[in-house]
């Protein structure tokens, strides 16, 4: 054979392996590649939207649009005037409510007083009756001696039952005085604590966003006055298909390159897996019971944690365009943060 033909074999035997390695690689699953990578990426943050829980004049605005402050950084201050006014009210309905008892408590001290002295009278009472009983009987006393130890008898029961009803009466005002009480510190408590909401603080660390509050403008229970992003907790969401998430797992590895940082790399781990797509949480689903179907790859969500401790990750702002590669063959680590 010659070297000619032998060259044209070999050159048919390395066409047919290409052929038969490029229908192995366009017939193996998308998920089995070694790299799972997407454009539809992009920075994240859990925004914290500020607003008032009382209404009110805004009085003071501590910050400035993209300032960082941190945690507990005071932020807005709304005129707390009428609310000052409804805590001394609130205040002086517990004082007074207080002294009621203490007074109410010595009206019981006076009524059990009043009871023990009726007692006292009612025991004398029947004594002496029980003598001028004795009396009549043996012809040493008048029946004039006896009508008058009954009738006392009598006004003696009677003041004790009187003195026993005060008593009663006393002891059930108490109850209710302190049910009332109760009521009135509930209510002092709540003024209080929408006295405090006048004053409204930075509940996480982050940057001033969409600042809506003005001195002079009128705050409603509700109505954002600012956002807090926090640029420390970014995190990557990416929209990967479908077909590629078969072997991607909580803990992977990934490089994340930033379109607005070239040449820059970032490190990453996968955090967590959406639980549906995008579209099923659509107002308007897609029903593909009925009618002419046509099947659309859908894409889930993937939430990549960004590692610490990286300069470039600095430059990162929520909204910017990235595209993560997840090293599926990767070693699996936690996500947690140090």
């Given at each position: 054979m010659s070297s000619s033909s032998r060259f044209r074999i070999g050159a048919a035997a390395a066409a047919a392996l290409a052929i038969a390695g490029a229908v192995a690689v366009l017939q193996r699953h998308e998920s089995e590649a070694p790299w799972q990578a997407t454009d539809d990426a992009y920075v994240q943050a859990d925004l914290t939207v500020v607003a008032p829980q009382v209404a009110g004049i805004v009085s003071r605005v501590s910050v400035d649009d993209n300032q960082a402050v941190p945690a507990g950084a005071?932020?807005?201050?709304?005129?707390?005037?009428?609310?000052?006014?409804?805590?001394?009210?609130?205040?002086?309905?517990?004082?007074?409510?207080?002294?009621?008892?203490?007074?109410?408590?010595?009206?019981?001290?006076?009524?059990?007083?009043?009871?023990?002295?009726?007692?006292?009278?009612?025991?004398?009472?029947?004594?002496?009756?029980?003598?001028?009983?004795?009396?009549?009987?043996?012809?040493?006393?008048?029946?004039?001696?006896?009508?008058?130890?009954?009738?006392?008898?009598?006004?003696?029961?009677a003041a004790r039952e009187r003195d026993q009803a005060a008593l009663r009466a006393a002891e059930q005002q108490l109850p209710i005085l302190r049910a009332e009480l109760a009521r009135a510190r509930a209510a002092r408590a709540d003024a209080e604590l929408n006295l405090s909401y006048a004053r409204i603080a930075a509940p996480v660390d982050g940057v001033v966003a969409q600042r809506r509050a003005r001195v002079g403008g009128h705050a409603r229970v509700g109505e954002p006055l600012l956002t807090l992003v926090p640029l420390d907790a970014l995190y990557v969401e990416a929209n990967f298909r479908e077909t590629q998430l078969g072997r991607v797992q909580v803990g992977q590895p990934v490089d994340i390159a930033v379109d607005a940082l070239p040449g820059a790399s970032l490190k990453g781990r996968v955090e967590s897996l959406g639980p549906a797509s995008g579209v099923s949480f659509s107002p308007v689903p897609p029903h593909n019971a009925t009618g002419n179907f046509t099947k659309i790859v859908q894409r889930l969500p993937v939430r990549i944690r960004i590692l610490p401790g990286q300069a470039a990750a600095r430059h990162l702002r929520v909204g910017m365009s990235v595209r993560p590669r997840i090293a599926v063959d990767g070693p699996v680590a936690s996500t947690r943060a140090p």
């Open positions: 005071p932020l807005v201050e709304i005129d707390d005037r009428r609310l000052r006014i409804a805590v001394d009210a609130a205040r002086s309905a517990v004082d007074s409510l207080a002294a009621q008892i203490e007074r109410q408590t010595s009206v019981i001290g006076q009524s059990r007083a009043a009871v023990a002295a009726s007692a006292a009278r009612l025991r004398l009472a029947q004594a002496n009756r029980q003598r001028f009983d004795n009396l009549a009987r043996d012809g040493s006393g008048t029946v004039q001696a006896l009508e008058q130890a009954r009738a006392e008898l009598e006004i003696q029961r």
